[in-house]
């Protein structure tokens, strides 16, 4: 099976740049995605395809995707981008959608 | 964007079958695929599976034995069952959009909903 790896947590100061990873074998050759969940809210899609923002999405996500790691980077982070963040991909092999373990962000 | 809304028992006993329905608002199922997402308390996120609205399946491999999902076009809505169930499927599960496979993504999701597995 495919597995995407994301380390558990990630913390960043208010106004920096976080920097979220998401591992697998040749992902850059794949699409990845990002979703954002905060407590008791359902998953939210923050990037996709890489590096494409949804509509409403504001300008300081971004994503990028190269090798065998996608990075979701948070510019500007403010304290309601803390949140749990799952990167997403598609394994072609078993046909199947693959989720990473999920990062929360601590912005602190 | 269309809403999503999941429907079905919140308690279920152990070795029964788990049931539940996404009735999907504000557009068809037409061209899209159709997913149940699951997430046990404090974890993270597990798919299980996807319908196409024309009715083709695809379900992740460690639960494919005991996972069946259906679409009701008339309806629109889709349905999940998953079998012989035991404590380890107790989870918050959700239905969602997925554009499209290799280069999809979710773009609308349930608000989930709490079944636990319990006698």
């Known amino acids: 099976s495919y597995d995407l790896t994301q380390p558990p947590s990630v913390s960043v100061s208010p106004g920096q740049t976080a920097s979220i990873t998401c591992s697998g074998d040749?992902?850059?050759?794949?699409?990845a995605c990002w979703y954002q969940q905060k407590p008791g809210q359902s998953p939210v899609l923050v990037i996709y395809?890489?590096?494409k923002r949804p509509s409403g999405i504001p300008g300081r996500f971004s994503g990028s995707n190269s090798g065998n790691t996608a990075t979701l980077t948070i510019s500007g982070t403010q304290a309601m981008d803390e949140a749990d963040y799952y990167c997403?991909?598609?394994?072609?092999?078993?046909?199947?959608?693959?989720f990473g373990g999920g990062t929360k962000l601590t912005v602190l | 964007q269309v809403q999503l809304q999941e429907s079905g028992p919140g308690l279920v006993k152990p070795s029964e079958t788990l049931s539940l329905t996404c009735t999907v608002s504000?557009?068809?199922?037409?061209?899209?695929?159709w997913n149940w997402i699951r997430q046990p308390p404090g974890k993270g996120l597990e798919w299980i599976g996807y319908?196409?609205?024309?009715?083709?399946?695809t379900y992740n491999p460690s639960l494919k034995s005991r996972v069946t999902i259906s679409v009701d076009t008339s309806k629109n809505q889709f349905s999940l069952r998953l079998k012989s169930v035991t404590a380890a499927d107790t989870a918050l599960y959700y239905c969602?959009?997925?554009?499209?496979?290799?280069?999809?993504?979710?773009?609308?999701w349930g608000q989930g909903t709490l079944v636990t597995v319990s006698s």
């Open positions: 969602a959009r997925l554009t499209t496979v290799t280069h999809g993504y979710f773009d609308d």
């Open positions: 395809q890489n590096y």
């Open positions: 504000g557009g068809s199922l037409s061209a899209y695929y």
């Open positions: 319908i196409f609205y024309s009715g083709t399946t």
């Open positions: 997403q991909a598609w394994d072609s092999s078993t046909a199947s959608v693959v």
């Open positions: 040749k992902l850059g050759d794949k699409y």
